[in-house]
């Protein structure tokens, strides 16, 4: 999966949880350190666009993002 396109997705979650009062970083942070997608609300598919992405990958591009 392209970077742009994980940007994409993390975009469109964070989003849809700021919309109905959710903290996204804090949810996202719970599901990295869990590796439980419930950390991730399931309404407008949030869950299932966030299992299309590979941990690593994405811990990797946001590290890289960073470090900038």
Do not use: H, W
Request: glycine share 4%.
């Amino acid at each position: 999966m392209e970077k742009d396109e994980i940007k994409k997705i993390i975009r469109e979650i964070s989003e849809s949880m700021r919309s109905k009062g959710y903290d996204p970083v804090n949810q996202i942070v719970g599901y990295f350190i869990s590796n439980d997608l419930g950390y991730i609300p399931d309404f407008d598919d949030n869950r299932n666009k966030m299992a299309t992405i590979d941990r690593t990958i994405l811990l990797e591009s946001m590290l890289e993002e960073y470090l900038k």
